[in-house]
């Protein structure tokens, strides 16, 4: 049911925390039933240099967090808006299609990110 | 299950547990003393499993001085570490894994007023056991084997993994037709009343889904002045919790009377179910209003107090579950919901636990299911659509 990148960033993900006081935070969620990422930010001349998340929902959704702090870190912004949706798909690996939201979530958590950078000047 | 008869089970290769599931109507007809005698079995068996494979929970046992081998008597059992239900909802809740990731067949979930979920992992053994136990128990308690589910909530399509929605669509495999009424939060109760009449003198018509909405639509019932006759074996088959995002409580009373005059169906008819995303042991109204437990599973009232103590049967207290179903995580689980056993013989003469549902512990952060959040959407729909209004009245 779950590939070896699933398992590993769910298992042991590098990026669960807390960031004391962010540059940029933000969550994505469904208010109704659905998963919560909450992400928080810190950027250095358009990079993001620091990066932590807490998720709450399916195994993959919590795996999803960890990849995409795990891409984010250390990119640049201007590198980031210019990620394709085919990029962004291809980072969750195969997976089942009861999986597939999160390649929609993971979609979210990059336009965010520009968005909130934007909103702040980081970007 | 005498112990001899238990392990010759297992030397014949098979499952007593599975076997137990499958003898819902015996169990409920055994002598009080042998069903706790094959609970014993059942949960010792299950906690020693649990023991051996969850680093988490034996370390947690081990610091409480307690392993299967203590384990004697029905009176131990309160001495089995539990995990508190808010552990399900860390996002860390991974340790409470007693199998591997990969061996996880489906996910289910809730999400109560906090907005986060509870999630609840099964791996293919614990999917079994659940479906035995659900389908098992739907049918000694509905005897369901056709007629048409008028269901006032979301479909399984829309909304798959919530655990509710899970469960009453499992009842919808014995109808032969059913219809989800809530699609894309729109709900209009006038399509419901259609439905109903385009199924009468065809099937048994069935509503089934969480009390908040069925209460929903007996509002416009109401409001509208329509009354519905369903069938005499109707079934009004509630699932979810009775406390409103508002936190008033719908008084079960109330909306029995109201089942009664609005829809046309004794009180016999109208069933409640309880049961959680992270269990796989419910308790369900019998013809007589009272809910039995899971025979199978074991149902601890503890004192909120002193969580270690039991209080008597007829007090109130704090739910802890134990459910030998669960292999993919320890199924001894501390719940925040205060109930009560009931004392003396089942009206239906059923042997076993029998509760009922007084409340929410006080204290929760939590309450609810999904249905509450649906419940509150519907509001806020209905005060935006209302808000456009033109506020003149004459």
């Not at chain 1, 990066?51 to 870190?73: H, L, M, N």
Request: aromatic share 8%; proline share 4%.
């Amino acid at each position: 049911m779950y590939s070896a990148l699933i398992v590993n960033h769910f298992i042991d993900p590098e990026f669960v925390g807390d960031i004391a006081s962010p540059q940029i935070e933000f969550e994505i969620g469904n208010s109704v039933c659905g998963d919560r990422i909450r992400v928080q930010v810190n950027t250095v001349a358009g990079v993001v240099n620091d990066i932590a998340y807490r998720a709450w929902g399916c195994a993959t959704s919590i795996a999803t967090g960890d990849i995409f702090c795990e891409s984010v870190k250390d990119a640049s912004l201007s590198d980031l808006s210019a990620r394709s949706d085919h990029e962004i798909e291809a980072m969750m690996g195969e997976l089942e299609p009861s999986q597939h939201h999160c390649i929609h979530i993971l979609n979210e958590l990059h336009r965010t990110l520009i968005t909130e950078a934007q909103a702040k000047g980081a970007l | 299950m005498p112990y001899n008869m238990f392990a010759e089970v297992e030397n014949f290769g098979l499952s007593p547990l599975k076997l137990a599931l499958s003898s819902v109507k015996e169990l409920y007809a055994m002598p009080e003393e042998k069903l706790a005698d094959l609970k014993l079995l059942l949960i010792k068996e299950a906690f020693g499993y649990h023991y051996e494979n969850n680093k988490f929970y034996r370390n947690a046992c081990i610091e409480k001085g307690i392993s299967p081998d203590g384990i004697k008597t029905i009176e131990d059992l309160t001495k089995i570490p539990l995990v508190p239900i808010e552990l399900y909802k860390s996002h860390d809740n991974h340790k409470l894994l007693s199998v591997g990731l990969n061996d996880i067949e489906h996910e289910m979930r809730s999400t109560g007023t906090s907005g986060i979920p509870s999630v609840s992992r099964r791996c293919s053994d614990t999917v079994d056991n659940a479906v035995l136990s659900v389908y098992s128990i739907y049918r000694e308690f509905f005897k369901i084997s056709k007629g048409a589910g008028l269901y006032l909530c979301p479909s399984t399509e829309e909304i798959p993994e919530m655990g509710m929605i899970k469960a009453l669509n499992m009842l919808a495999g014995l109808l032969d037709t059913h219809r989800f009424m809530m699609r894309n939060e729109s709900f209009v109760p006038e399509d419901m009343i259609e439905q109903l009449e385009n199924w009468k003198n065809q099937f048994s018509r069935h509503i089934i889904g969480p009390p908040f909405l069925i209460n929903r639509f007996i509002r416009y019932l109401k409001a509208a002045n329509i009354k519905v006759k369903l069938d005499k074996s109707s079934y009004i088959i509630t699932l979810g919790g009775w406390k409103r995002f508002s936190g008033d409580m719908l008084s079960r009373q109330e909306f029995n009377q109201e089942c009664i005059e609005y829809l046309g169906v004794e009180k016999s008819q109208i069933r409640d179910i309880y049961g959680l995303v992270e269990s796989n042991l419910m308790a369900i109204d019998d013809e007589h209003g009272e809910k039995h437990v899971s025979p199978y599973g074991h149902f601890s009232v503890r004192d909120p107090k002193q969580l270690d103590r039991e209080v008597a049967v007829g007090e109130t207290g704090q739910l802890a579950i134990l459910d030998p179903l669960a292999r993919s995580t320890p199924g001894f689980i501390l719940t925040e919901d205060l109930v009560r056993l009931l004392p003396g013989e089942s009206a239906s003469g059923r042997s076993g636990q029998r509760m009922q549902y007084i409340m929410r512990l006080p204290e929760s952060k939590e309450f609810g299911c999904c249905a509450v959040n649906l419940d509150k959407r519907l509001d806020d729909l209905e005060l935006e659509a209302s808000s456009g209004n033109c506020p003149i009245v004459a």
